[in-house]
């Protein structure tokens, strides 16, 4: 029993180690000094008898190694967490760590907010909240909830839907007044548009579907940028078309700071969804909070509708 307790004790150990990415990340979040997190590696590499990591003075990598001992260690970790949640989860509150991923400007404006209600109410759960321009991996095992938006991702992820969402395209009176409103997504050609390049997406390309037609146009303008909180500050600014979530845009819509245009042509769905692992899905701190999330989100989403 207690050959497993150390094993499990060190694999929590590598999995903080590599979810910070330095040795004096970790040893600051474990409590301890760099030289101790250096030692403990050593003797775990010495247990395995083999390398995990390739270290050099700015950074550290995995072996290949290195690689497998982390899948498995956080697929244990969590089949640990998740038997315990189970067992205790009919007369126990939410509790443990909870890991939450979202992109910057949503994740700032709306998911924080959420997280901080959550925690008032399950003072036993602790989150780390972690934003990123992109969604991680579906193969990483990095988050156990990521909140993304779109069509939802393949079968190895429960993806459930929080909330609707629209991209519209927008700007501001005074560029409409200067440049003209466009009729048809053709016209875009003719007209400055600001893009938001996030991930993989086909940078500067808009799809519009009207019925059963549907086309893409390739946008050009000045300014673009990979954040979406500057992107709706420039179209505000007067700077040029904007394709962006109604979520971000709904309050400048509604006070007039932003006009709607193409409004007959639909673009692609942007509907936000929370993504986790099918092994979470009896995981009362990872359950508790997609509740709470779908409940708080979907509030403001009727409301919305409601003002339209």
Not at 84 to 92: C, G, I, M, N, V
Not at 155 to 175: E, F, H, M, Q
Not at 212 to 229: A, C, I, L, P, Q
Not at 240 to 251: Q, T
Request: some cysteine; glycine content about 6%.
């Amino acid at each position: 029993m207690t050959e497993i307790t150390n094993a499990s004790a060190e694999m929590a150990f590598f999995n903080v180690l590599m979810r910070r990415g330095s040795l004096s990340a970790a040893a600051r979040e474990l409590g301890v000094t760099p030289p101790a997190v250096s030692r403990r590696l050593a003797l775990l590499e010495g247990r395995l008898g083999v390398p995990l990591l390739h270290r050099t003075t700015r950074r550290i990598s995995l072996t290949p190694e290195g690689e497998e001992y982390l899948a498995e260690a956080r697929r244990i970790l969590a089949d640990i967490e998740d038997v315990e949640q189970r067992l205790s989860q009919s007369t126990a509150q939410p509790h443990g760590l909870l890991r939450v991923n979202a992109t910057l400007g949503f994740g700032r404006s709306h998911v924080a907010p959420v997280i901080s209600k959550f925690c008032k109410a399950h003072p036993e759960v602790q989150v780390q909240f972690h934003l990123t321009v992109t969604p991680p991996p579906l193969t990483e095992d990095a988050f156990d909830v990521c909140v993304r938006f779109g069509e939802p991702p393949d079968a190895r992820v429960i993806a459930r839907k929080v909330a609707d969402n629209r991209r519209l395209l927008c700007a501001s009176p005074a560029y409409l007044a200067r440049r003209g409103v466009p009729r048809t997504p053709a016209d875009l050609a003719r007209h400055d548009c600001i893009s938001i390049h996030h991930g993989h997406d086909a940078y500067g390309l808009w799809r519009f579907t009207a019925g059963r037609r549907s086309e893409s146009v390739k946008v050009t303008g000045s300014m673009s940028t990979n954040d979406g909180d500057i992107a709706v500050a420039w179209a505000l600014d007067g700077h040029g078309i904007l394709m962006r979530a109604e979520w971000d845009v709904v309050k400048y819509l509604r006070s007039g700071r932003l006009r709607q245009v193409l409004e007959n042509y639909a673009t692609p769905p942007a509907d936000i969804h929370a993504v986790y692992p099918k092994r979470h899905q009896s995981a009362r701190r990872v359950t508790a909070f997609v509740d709470y999330l779908c409940e708080a989100l979907g509030s403001t989403a009727r409301r919305m509708a409601a003002n339209e």
